[in-house]
């Protein structure tokens, strides 16, 4: 059964970075294009980004996408979301989901991982 496992959140002061890790494993490592979201409590999850299978596209979903870096590594089964410049509004539980499909667009989500816990303040 397909599982996702996010990795690398905690408490930075605002300007710090962090890297994100989604390691993904199952009967089968999917080959699928992975989103990042965030979830505010009290609110819904948000979409950040999204790569597709091989690397090679990328979507982010706001403006501020400058400080938000999504990539694959090398065995395919981890997806990093790397964010700089942290801020308070940064602060959430960050996800990561694989679709159904290859494509970022639309996206269909078929699994959720259990979240990490950013925390910016000072």
């Known amino acids: 059964q397909l599982q996702l496992v996010e990795s690398g959140g905690g408490l930075v002061q605002p300007g710090g970075s962090l890297r994100l890790s989604c390691a993904a494993s199952?009967?089968?490592?999917?080959?699928?294009?992975i989103g990042w979201f965030r979830q505010v409590s009290g609110r819904g999850r948000d979409a950040i980004a999204c790569?597709?299978?091989?690397?090679?596209?990328?979507t982010y979903a706001n403006s501020d996408k400058g400080r938000f870096t999504i990539s694959r590594g090398n065995a395919n089964n981890t997806v990093y979301l790397q964010i700089d410049s942290l801020k308070p509004e940064d602060t959430g539980i960050y996800y990561c989901?694989?679709?159904?499909?290859?494509?970022?667009?639309?996206?269909?989500?078929?699994?959720w991982g259990q979240g990490t816990q950013v925390t910016v303040s000072s």
């Open positions: 790569i597709s299978t091989s690397g090679s596209t990328t």
């Open positions: 199952g009967f089968t490592v999917p080959r699928y294009a």
């Open positions: 989901a694989a679709s159904r499909s290859t494509a970022c667009s639309p996206f269909s989500p078929g699994a």
